[in-house]
C-alpha cells in the first residue's frame, strides 16, 4: 500500500462548487503539505502543517483552507472553485526528527479540472 | 524571497552519456538541497539529498554542492531512456523553517 494516498485521483467540478481534496498517510510523519503544481510554474506551496494544533499558508493560499483532523489526515477545500485553480495537487508528508528530517514524500496527486 | 532557478531544457543527450542537470539558488542560509525525478502526470520521486559541500554518488547518480557559489548540480552518468523525465531541484531554507522551495524544473530526454 501507498505511504501517502490522495482522494480523489481526478475530479471535474463547475465553477462556485465547494470541494475537498483528502490526504492520508502511513508514514507516521508529522508534517503535511499541500502544493499545486503548474505548467511552467512548477510546485507552489498552498498550506502546511507541522502539527495537527500548527498550521500555516504558503505561498499562494487565497481561494484555499484546510484541516488536520488528525496527524496522518490533512484536507485541501476549495471553498469556491474557479477555472484558475485547475491544476494537478500534491500532498507531501516529512518527519520532523532523525536523518533526512526535512526530506518530503509525495502522494500520488490529484489532478482537478474546474469547468 | 527565495529563489531556485533552473534551466527549464530541454537537455537532450544520447543514451549512455552523462547528463548534467545545474541549479543556483538565492537564499545563502539554506542548508538542504534535493533533487526530484517527475515522470509527465505522475509524482515528484526523490532522487537525492545532499548538505554538505562537495560530491554525493549513489548509483549513477552524484549530487554536487557548492554553497560558496549558491550552485548544486546533478550527474546522471550512463543515461538510459528510462531516465527521460523532468527534475526538479528544491532547496530547505534553513534554520526552523522546514519548507521546501522548488526550481520549475529540467526536462531531460534520453534518446535510445
Known amino acids: 500500500d501507498a505511504d501517502v494516498t490522495q482522494t480523489p485521483r481526478n475530479r471535474i467540478t463547475k465553477t462556485g462548487k465547494r470541494i475537498m481534496l483528502e490526504c492520508s498517510q502511513t508514514?507516521?510523519?508529522?508534517?503535511m503539505y499541500w502544493y499545486r503544481q503548474d505548467p511552467g510554474l512548477g510546485l507552489r506551496l498552498i498550506y502546511y502543517?507541522?502539527?495537527?494544533?500548527?498550521?500555516n499558508k504558503g505561498e499562494i493560499s487565497d481561494g484555499y483552507s484546510v484541516s488536520r483532523q488528525a496527524q496522518a489526515k490533512f484536507s485541501l477545500s476549495l471553498e469556491s472553485a474557479i477555472p484558475n485553480q485547475t491544476a494537478l495537487y500534491f500532498c507531501?508528508?516529512?518527519?520532523?526528527?532523525?536523518?533526512?528530517?526535512?526530506?518530503?514524500?509525495f502522494g500520488p496527486g490529484t489532478r482537478l479540472t474546474v469547468l | 524571497q527565495k529563489e531556485v532557478e533552473q534551466n527549464s531544457g530541454p537537455l537532450s543527450v544520447p543514451e549512455g552519456a552523462i547528463a548534467s542537470l545545474n541549479c543556483t539558488y538565492s537564499?545563502?542560509?539554506?542548508?538542504?538541497f534535493f533533487w526530484y525525478r517527475q515522470y509527465s502526470g505522475k509524482s515528484p520521486e526523490l532522487i537525492m539529498s545532499?548538505?554538505?559541500?562537495g560530491d554525493k554518488e549513489d548509483g549513477r547518480f552524484t549530487a554536487q554542492l557548492n554553497k560558496a557559489s549558491q550552485y548544486v548540480s546533478l550527474l546522471i552518468r550512463d543515461s538510459q531512456p528510462s531516465d527521460s523525465a523532468t527534475y526538479l531541484c528544491?532547496?530547505?531554507?534553513?534554520?526552523?523553517?522546514?519548507?521546501?522551495?522548488f526550481g520549475k524544473g529540467t526536462l531531460l530526454t534520453v534518446n535510445p
Open positions: 508514514k507516521g510523519h508529522d508534517r
Open positions: 545532499i548538505y554538505s559541500n
Open positions: 528544491a532547496i530547505e531554507g534553513g534554520g526552523s523553517n522546514y519548507k521546501l522551495t
Open positions: 507531501a508528508t516529512s518527519d520532523s526528527s532523525g536523518a533526512g528530517k526535512d526530506t518530503q514524500y
Open positions: 537564499d545563502r542560509v539554506s542548508q538542504s
Open positions: 502543517s507541522f502539527d495537527v494544533k500548527d498550521i
